[in-house]
């Protein structure tokens, strides 16, 4: 059990950056690594593979990196939560396949409107959750095997919207824009800086609010210091890609649609699990369902609205995938597209055990899969490569999270 002398809070009061030292090594004593791992392994991912091809860092390759991550980046955005409450969802890849072949029959078959065929895939997404909760909570069915049915499922019926033809290529203008437009320069760098503004008044108000509450915070140094790591690669991004990178006589600048998507679910799932009321029930139920439940919170229902979630994003993440492929086809959402998104939320530091990360973790650990594979991708490494690579990169996050669970347990943090 921890006692007050442990307490991060007073470790803070008894001297400003020095106390801040000591709760840092406290911390790593206890397994809270934090996001430090990630960053330190994007900066020595980046720097190898600059060095085995200069072309790694260039504006282009770098514009591309972050349009590859997008919509497995999104998946990982709706499988946070479900991994915070120590469940699982298995079905998100071929789910994401399936909803992007109703996308593309409604838009080419049927000749629906590109905004409607959106959302009625969307709509497709949310019903199935609505399924994967019920009969996770209703029926007790594990959802290991609930997910499973569904990974199974969902193949099938995305070869039987297909049809005999096997792929549909999409041709509507809103739904091709949704990953390919790139944005004014000028606009871009409006959202960068709304981004950095809104990002640095969130963290004034809540050090305001916990100032009127009596809560201690860290000196006004280090909150300045947060601002700067956020800030800085955020306007380095939008610098780079607002830079020339066509190799023709049309120049070819500004963000892509389909990264400020990411970026914008990224925030708003933050904000959904870290400012909410349902945001702290999720945490409670993640860290101890029986406990939560004696409290008064509704651990059903928490569940049920966290499968809609995911099964909503992986829909999301479909019809992304179909825009920026301009189709769908039977490959559509296979492979290891469910495996790559679970191990983006694992990297980043979302645990499998339930109770801890965050939703910025999806977002640092598209980017390790994301460089990694990119990278390769340069390299022409063979496929037989990749799939080592990253698995021995999936199975050192996990062990990571394993010894730090255990380094809290110790510490009694559990």
């Known amino acids: 059990m921890s006692t007050m002398v442990d ?8 001297g400003g950056w020095a106390g801040l030292v000591r709760l840092g090594l406290r911390r790593l004593r206890q397994g809270e690594l934090g996001p430090v791992p990630v960053i330190v392994g994007l900066v020595v991912i980046a720097a190898v593979f600059q060095l085995q091809n ?27 939560p479900v991994l915070l409450l120590g469940e699982i969802d298995l079905s998100i890849g071929p789910l994401s396949g399936f909803c992007g072949g109703v996308l593309a029959v409604l838009s080419v078959n049927h000749g629906v409107p590109g905004p409607v065929a959106v959302l009625a895939a969307l709509a497709v997404g949310a019903v199935v959750g609505l399924c994967i909760g019920l009969i996770r909570t209703k029926l007790q069915v594990p959802s290991f095997i609930v997910s499973l049915a569904g990974f199974i499922g969902f193949q099938g019926a995305l070869l039987y919207v297909l049809g005999t033809s096997g792929t549909i290529n999409l041709n509507d203008s809103f739904i091709l824009a949704l990953m390919n437009r790139l944005l004014p320069v000028w606009l871009g760098w409006v959202v960068g800086l709304a981004f950095v503004a809104a990002y640095a008044l969130g963290g004034l108000w809540n050090r305001r609010r916990r100032l009127r509450a009596g809560l201690l915070v860290p000196p006004i140094s280090l909150f300045a210091v947060r601002q700067a790591v956020i800030a800085l690669p ?3 991004v939008v610098g780079l890609m607002s830079t020339n990178r066509g ?4 120049p070819v600048s500004g963000v892509p649609l389909g990264v400020v998507i990411l970026l914008g679910l990224v925030v708003l799932f933050d904000v959904i699990c870290g400012r ?3 945001g702290r029930h999720l945490y409670a139920t993640g860290g101890n369902a029986e406990a939560a439940k004696r409290a008064g919170i509704p651990v059903d229902r928490i569940r049920v609205v966290v499968f809609v979630l995911s099964s909503t994003l992986a829909a999301c ?3 992304l995938a179909a825009s920026r492929l301009f189709a769908v086809n039977q490959g559509s959402g296979g492979g290891n597209f469910t495996l790559d998104a679970i191990a983006c939320a694992v990297i980043g530091g979302t645990s499998l055990f339930g109770g801890r990360g965050s939703v910025w973790s999806a977002l640092l650990g598209a980017l390790v899969i994301g460089s990694i594979a990119n990278g390769m991708d ?3 490494l063979p496929s037989s ?9 999936l199975l050192v996050a996990v062990t990571i999270d394993a010894v730090s669970r255990r380094g809290r347990q110790a510490a009694g943090r559990v």
Do not use: C, H, S, W
Not at 7 to 14: G, I, W
Not at 65 to 73: E, K
């Open 54 to 80: 200069p072309n790694y860092l260039t504006a282009l390759n770098l514009t591309n990196l972050l349009q590859q991550i997008v919509p497995v980046g999104v998946l990982a955005v709706g499988v946070v």
């Open 317 to 319: 993440g479909g019809v």
């Open 247 to 250: 190799r023709g006589v049309i």
């Open 7 to 14: 307490d991060p809070r007073l470790a803070l009061e008894r």
């Open 234 to 236: 955020v306007l380095a």
């Open 276 to 278: 909410t009321t349902f």
């Open 385 to 393: 490569v990749k799939f080592m690579i990253e698995g021995g990169v």
């Open 378 to 380: 340069l390299l022409a």
